[in-house]
């Protein structure tokens, strides 16, 4: 049976609840910063071959992190696609930053 949801029926979020759903909202940046560092490295095996992984994954994972909390301000909700849109760029910029720009050194 479909519950109305207003006012008289909500229901408080719990600490782990409140968990769950911040792990949630950052997973797709936890998950494509590393991921697309590995496959950067592995494409650009010998230019990268000097810049470690984690130089590559760590800025990406916080480029993606702070555009999905940018995404969530500006538009109010989480998983709009101009949101993940906007996080694969980002995402694409630092690891060339990183890699080849000007943050090599």
């Known amino acids: 049976m479909f519950r109305a949801h207003g006012p008289a029926n909500r229901v408080s979020m719990g600490p782990i609840d409140a968990f769950w759903h911040i792990a949630n909202l950052f997973l797709p940046a936890l998950m ?3 991921l ?3 496959l950067a490295k ?5 230019e990268l071959a000097a810049v470690p992984w984690k130089k590559l994954a760590v800025p990406a994972c916080a480029a993606c992190a702070a555009v999905i909390l940018a995404g969530l301000v500006i538009t109010g909700r989480d998983g709009r696609m ?3 849109g906007a996080m694969v760029l980002a995402c694409a910029v630092t690891l ?5 720009g000007p943050g090599r050194r």
Do not use: D, V
């Open 32 to 34: 494509l910063g590393p």
């Open 36 to 38: 697309s560092a590995g």
């Open 42 to 46: 592995l494409l650009w095996r010998k």
């Open 82 to 84: 101009a949101t993940y």
């Open 96 to 100: 060339w930053w990183q890699g080849f």
